[in-house]
């Protein structure tokens, strides 16, 4: 036989399944779905590691599924807006579309040398107009159904560049990465997306989601941060209302001060004479500061105090209205009710400026004096100088304090219960060239018109400056901002804010079900059937604003008519990350203590290429910073694409991280290599012939021998545990170790002109084409048969085959092993004594001596004490 070169086969079959259309997604409506996704790449020119494990993952998800006899849609797409390709077009002079296009181009045909079973007819780039015309027609569904707003927001600008930048474009120290220059907070106005309308949905139907990790789940939940509390109306002296939310409005009674944020709009009303300097320096402070460092637990508070005052509603007490920087205009009303004895941000700031400090609720067997405590005491205890609350038990149970404070506060009209949510609108507005026009038109006197749906899309010019300076790309386009309002035919303004690219990410599952449909977004019978996505698999960096941002979509479309699900994901896996072999020079700092592998001369005594020093070995996620990646196309040139997969598959569960290591690398290609020469060696062999056609169709022998039994049992317990591992938790790498014990099963066998080797040599080739799929279709075809294994069905496990009806029992004496023998497997534990005493192990050894007691442990062995 030829020997196994992979270099040979899987060109050869990625073509044969490329022109016979295998990959198409299968129509037959007369089969049970199953939709297998791996989130879509963002086409940066080059497959990694990461990329081969998440897509090697889906895909024998897919293929088990189509040999189980799903049909099967496996699509795959690019993600293909957004900042790198317009730096490409900055820094090297190229067009973003060029760039990207030109990446997709690569990243395809590396996805291809893969061996991934993806339907390509239904490939979508983001970037592309026929997609994109349908993100702005989304869009416009969001702005009808009252969906999507502009409002002022706070955007870093570089006042040097003139230009709005990116989170991402401003560095640790709030400098921009081009100019250097020390960026600003400026107000802007900006398209948002109503998220928050759906916050509790979003949060409640996580509860659908038993099929996704826990910790995701828990992540989502954190960030739409549910709190329950009460709102309550304080009076300003001025006669104000000044509302708060608090989640304890048990404490009311100790509330000895206020606090607003320095933006809370009645500032500059509440601000005496005499305060007015020391406040608007303060402001001016405050609004330099990120929000995080205006949090930060450690960090010593700091304020003013307006001048003025409030009444609380519970006792009429005048307490004095300060304003602090860790109060965030952004949650709840941007003004807190200040309880110092009960929460510890606000017992620091007592402390510092000397305020009141009183306590209402006594902890159990203690009494905590205002003056005199070291902290706040938030935990449980009895209400006390709390006028109707007074004796209750302090807490958010049932008929405790907090509940009853609400009905309280409802009964006399002081306030009410009320949730809020951590989670914010969604800002989707960016001052940047490569994403998708947001397709409204500004009127002088129509106001803000979507452009109406037989304009779209809204196409990029592409004549464009990419300077990186001054405002947008598209505003400096005259021809292309200035259009008539398609309302009233006016002189009107194109929108040149283009859309944060998670929006395209948020809908690509659903074009997937009908990706070339152009007169529509879908077809909604085509959506209905295809989703949910049934098994979803990604990096957990995606674990909160895509998820969210795609379930907050797919809501958002069911609530206009267009899909009947609540839920896109039924299932999700976060695959782990893939580490590669590390060198660190301990005595280095920063990025520089990173040796990259191609610079260690000796692995085995790894230096500094430098300096001489020894240096540390540690596994670390691949990436470039730490030159510690292995390239995709390496692995494949030097075993193939089959011994990738298979060695991603057996290295670590796919949840788990896995350490890339050259030598299992190398094992996973002699295992094929040994599956290899096992069939091929059966193809030439004349038991072969017989069995082509497939093995079920030769019939077994009536009574098979001990050693077709035994071949049989290990076939089944492959078939059994293989399905097992995969129909669970994805357990393919037991499930590559069950291939392992099957081959060598066969390699043994002592029958291999039986059908039953037949079976098993057929057997192997089947449960293995969903990882190895290339070396499978070569084999099954050298085994005779016609037809791509790929479209065989999945082996049917024989239970019967899996019971032993020989075991293999031990004899001892006196504790020590002598021999063994075969028994029928369902002997009791006399009759085991029986076949034991009569061996002729026993025989031998027993000769003359008498028998003082015997030990039988049933299924295992027989002991006998002897003198
Ligand atoms: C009085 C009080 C007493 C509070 C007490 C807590 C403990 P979560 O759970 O995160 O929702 N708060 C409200 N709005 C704020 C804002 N814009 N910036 C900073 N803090 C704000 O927190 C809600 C609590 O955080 C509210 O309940 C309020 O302080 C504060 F013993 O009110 B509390
Ligand atoms: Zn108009």
Redo the contacts with the bound molecule.
Sequence with gaps: ADKYTPAAIEEKWQQVWAEQGLDKTDEDASKPKFYALSMFPYPSGNLHMGHVRNYTITDVIARVRRMQGYRVLHPMGWDAFGLPAENAAIDRGIHPAKWTYQNIDQMRAQLQQLGLSYDWDREVATCSPDYYKWTQWSFIQFLKAGLAYQKEAAVNWDPIDQTVLANEQVDSEGKSWRSGAKVERKLLKQWFLKITDYADELLQDLDKLPGWPERVRLMQENWI?K?T?AKVVFTTEQGDDLE?????PD?LW??TFMVL?PEHPLVEKLTTAEQKEAIATYQAEAAAKSDIDR?DEGKEKSGVWTGSYAINPVNGAKIPIWIAD??????????????PA??Q??FEFARKFNLEVRVVVQPEGDTLDGATIAE?W?GEGVMVHSGPLDGIPAGKGEGQSVEQAIAWLEAEGKGSGQD?F?LRDWLISRQRYWGVPIPVIHCPSCGTVPVPDEQLPVELPENVEFSGRGASPLSQLGDWVNVPCPTCGEAAKRETDTMDTFIDSSWYFLRFTDANNDGAIFDSAKANDWMPVDQYVGGIEHAILHLLYSRFFTKVLRDRGLINIDEPFSRLLTQGMVQGLTYMNPNKGGKDKWVPSELVANPDDPRDPETGEPLQRLYATMSKSKGNGVAPSDVISQYGADTARMFILFKAPPEKDLEWDAADVEGQYRFLNRVWRLVTEFAESPAATKSVGAHDRTPLPENLSKAEKDVRRAIHIAIKEISEDIEGDYQFNTAVSELMKLSNALTDAKCKDSPVYAEGIHTLVKLIAPFAPHIADELWSQLGQTGSIHQQGWPILDESALVADEITLVIQIMGKTRGTIEVPADSDKAALEKYARESYIAQKYLDGKEIIKVIVVPGKLVNFVAK
């Design positions: 941060g709190s509390g708060v939310f608090t989640t304890r404490t100790g509330a944020s949090t860790y109060v965030l205009m952004g949650y709840g009303t941007g003004a807190i009710m200040a309880v009960h929460d941000r606000d706040a938030p809020n951590r």
